[in-house]
Each structure stands twice: as structure tokens, then as C-alpha cells.
């Protein structure tokens, strides 16, 4: 019988759950660190204990899931901790396009695929000494915003830099991606592309509540200035959106765009989970400065469903739900090489 398996971090809760709710048998990898926190979850049948998460590409584990027949649903620590090379390695079945993960955490492919989905990207800047206006300058991989920080000169930007890398934070400027600062109301936006019924669904929208830079806003400008801080974008929580309507055609739009982009560039393509992270402006216009491949941690959001969920499904449909669904479509219709690689 399949199971669905994950690391025990990220979204594991939500993707479990799900996966139960369908039927599924479910399997934690998980660090004997957490074990007492994921054992409290009645939903989790067998927890393979490890060291480290690093320990999925041994002989040990890959057996395990084996045995279990286990999807694996890949998260952001999974790409966190391992390399593309390694994710391309597993040779248990991972759900969705683990090839299109390589574009998620090259900044170069990843710059490439946007541009590929026409959709409105900040600039990249190529060199330091480019900086005209404010820029972010962000690391490579997902480092989920840690160690970036603003800058508006070149000076201004080898001194941060130069801070960063005496915190041991980063080692030099190949670190980095230097990208245009873009203004405007975040927004991260949450798609599930079905490879099964070949459908996109748009299922929610979040804000991320980012350290040191949401907790800097709190404070008055003239403290803001005394502060002696490289505010960081270090993720610490979600928290709900809703659209306007009128910007929903759009957000369909957008996801389309992606989809079709990855099917030219990635086979096969973007199937399941993925996010499009940007900004709207004054004008309700989106400029999107990042996209996951895969499922992020706002959709922990809707265990429940969400608002946008609710009207596609009359049951609670999560993210992590969805995805066990549509290895069951998948199943139901022999197309399974088409939602798993
Ligand atoms: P994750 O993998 O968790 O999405 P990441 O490490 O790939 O994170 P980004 O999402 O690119 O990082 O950036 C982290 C944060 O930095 C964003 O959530 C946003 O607040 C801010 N940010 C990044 N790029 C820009 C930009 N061009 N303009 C404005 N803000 C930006």
C-alpha cells in the first residue's frame, strides 16, 4: 500500500494530516531531536528516526520507504540541507518535478524560468558598482532570508557585506545576488498545478513575518536611524491575505504563465505545489521577486482550507490534502510517472 512520507520540519504536519485524511499510510523522517514533538501527532504511523535528514540518501532509509512504497513530498528543508545533486539522487519517488528544485535554489536558472513565464521581475545587478537605487542582496539556495540586507550605494554595500562575512555569515560576494528592491504590498502566492487532470488551482495567499525587518517598522524613524542593525529577512511566521477579486484573473494568469514556462524548460514541468512570492503596487500590478517549486510554509495557514480552497471544494482542503488526492487521481487514472519523479 503507498505511503506518503516527509522530514519531519517545514510543513510536515499539515502534509501527514492531509495524507491521512485521504487514507494514506504515513511516514516521518524525523531527527531524534523532535521525536517527542511529532509522536504527539496521532496521524503519524511509523517515524524513521535519524541523526540528520542527510541520512535519506542512505542505503537505511531508502529501504524503509521502500518497503512502505513512500511518496516522498519534498519541503524547504529538504532543499535547505541538500544539494541539488543530492535531491536528483534519491531514488525513492519524490512527488512532483525534482528537477525543476534546481531552478528553485540556482539563482541564475532561477532568473531564467521567471523571465521564461514573462512574468515582472526586479532587476538583477550583475556588479556592485551597478547600485543606483536601494537593492536587496540575497544568498543563494533557500536560506529563507537570513543574512540579506538592503543597500543603496556600492560603499554602502561592501560595508554591509564585509560585516556579514567577519559574522561568518557569508564568504564573499559569489554569496550573493544583488536584485532591484521592489515596493509594494507583499503577497506569496499559492498554486497546485494537477498533472492529473492537467488543471491549475490557485489555493491561497500569505505574508511572511519577517526578522529583523517587520520588527523594525515598529520602531520611530529617528530610532530606526540610531539602531546600529543590518536588518535580516529572517521567515518567523505567516499570516493570511485575502485579494481583492479583481486582481484573481490575474493571479490565474500569472500561474499559467509559470506553468506553461516550466513544461518548456523543466520536464515535465511544474506539477504540484509551487509559489509565486512578489509584491502588488499602487497599481495592483505584481512584480514577482522569487517563485518555490514546491510547497511552502504559508500554506500550514489553511490545515483547514482556505478561502480560496473552499470554493473549488465543499471538505476541508489543505495543501498538504491536495497533494495526497492527487497521487490517488493519479492512481485512479495509471497516470502516476506524471505527478511523481
Ligand atoms: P524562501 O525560499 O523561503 O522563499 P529565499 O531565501 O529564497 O526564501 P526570497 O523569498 O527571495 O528568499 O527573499 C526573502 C525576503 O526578502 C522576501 O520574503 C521579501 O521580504 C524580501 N525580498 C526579496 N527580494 C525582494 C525584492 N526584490 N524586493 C523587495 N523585497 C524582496
Known sequence: MTSIATLGSHCALQVLKGAKDEGFKTVLVCEKKRERLYKRFRFIDEIILVDSFREILDQRCAKILQENDSIIVP????????????????????????????????????????????????????????????????????????????????????????????????????????????????????????????????????????????????????????????????????????????LLDEVYSMGEKFVEAAKRLVAPGMTGPFCLEGVYDSNGKFTSFEFSARIVAGTNLYVSGSPYSSLMYNEPMSMGRRIAREVKIAKDKNVLQKVVT
Open 75 to 246: 519541503h524547504g528543508t529538504l532543499i535547505s540541507q541538500m544539494s541539488s545533486n543530492e535531491i536528483e539522487s534519491i531514488k525513492n519517488p519524490i512527488f512532483g518535478n525534482k528537477w525543476i528544485l534546481r531552478w528553485e535554489s540556482d539563482r541564475k536558472m532561477k532568473e531564467k524560468l521567471m523571465l521564461e513565464s514573462h512574468l515582472p521581475v526586479p532587476k538583477s545587478i550583475p556588479n556592485p558598482n551597478e547600485i543606483k537605487g536601494l537593492v536587496i542582496a540575497k544568498r543563494h539556495g533557500a536560506a529563507g532570508g537570513k543574512g540579506y540586507f538592503l543597500a543603496t550605494s556600492e560603499s554602502d554595500y561592501n560595508k554591509k557585506r564585509d560585516e556579514l562575512i567577519r559574522q561568518g555569515i557569508i564568504d564573499g560576494d559569489n554569496d550573493l545576488y544583488i536584485q532591484e528592491y521592489a515596493f509594494g504590498v507583499s503577497a506569496y502566492l499559492q498554486y497546485f498545478y494537477s498533472g492529473a487532470n492537467e488543471d491549475l488551482e490557485f489555493f491561497g495567499v500569505d505574508r511572511r513575518y519577517e526578522s529583523d525587518i517587520d520588527g523594525l517598522g515598529r520602531i520611530p524613524a529617528p530610532q530606526q536611524i540610531a539602531v546600529d542593525l543590518i536588518p535580516s529577512f529572517n521567515v518567523i511566521g505567516n499570516s493570511p491575505l485575502v485579494l481583492r477579486e479583481s
